[in-house]
């Protein structure tokens, strides 16, 4: 398939994600609960005409992952309620017309303390330094690098079992893109899709997965943010889908 066609059904597919992501920005205040939140969604999503890509993927049950705090990713929503000074990611896929993209973004419920704000401003600044190096012909190594050393100068730790990927007709294919120097010498080319998403942990970068099977929580408690836009390489730069 030709990259433009490729392209553009990609944007369509982001343009729900980014739609739906500043849609429950507006929701997200102190006493919500996370299962509202993914109810909202779904219906957004379906609404503008996508698939919410979670729902039943590997068997996981909601249409969006709702982590608050020391959740780290692929947190199920439900009655736990948000509270004034705690932080959540968000993250969701959708599909339309048989192709994908994957977005997240951490947002405060209310104030939050300076160290929480310093926690999503600095995982969002190695996101953003990422995306603004990749074009063709970089390796994946070296998106890694930039991310890692971005977290590391600010004092944080980047979350190492779990990483980017590859995104297109499938919601995860290769390659991986991890957050962390790994020596991976794969060089992007034009047309290819990547959800590039850094995981940030305020003290070390150890996880732990709780007894569902899906909840991924910081081994010692901290606070975690994640933020991920889906991109489209070109010859020189990428299109992010997911910004809109």
Known sequence: MRHEVKLRRMKEAGRIVGL??????????PGIETGELDK???????????????KGYHGFPASICVSPNEIVIH???GARRLLEGDIVSIDLGV????????????????AISAEKERLLSVTRA?????????KSGL???????????????AGFSVVRSFCGHGIGRRLHQSPEVPNFVSGNA?????????????????????????????TVVTADGSPSAHFEETVVVLEDGCEVVTQI
């Open 40 to 54: 909202r969604a779904g219906e957004f999503i379906e609404k503008e005409g996508g698939r919410a890509a979670f």
């Open 139 to 153: 390796s994946v190594d070296e998106i890694s690098s930039i991310i890692e050393n971005s977290v590391k100068n």
């Open 186 to 214: 794969f060089r992007l080319y034009p047309g290819l899709g990547l959800a590039i998403e850094p995981m940030v942990n305020y003290r070390g970068g150890e996880v732990q997965i709780l007894s569902d099977g899906w």
């Open 95 to 110: 599909e339309k017309d048989g192709f994908f993209a994957d977005g997240a973004a951490t947002f405060p419920v209310g």
């Open 75 to 77: 947190g199920i929503p």
């Open 126 to 134: 190695s996101l953003l330094a990422a995306l603004g190096r990749i």
């Open 20 to 29: 739906t992501r500043q849609y429950l920005a507006e929701l997200i205040t």
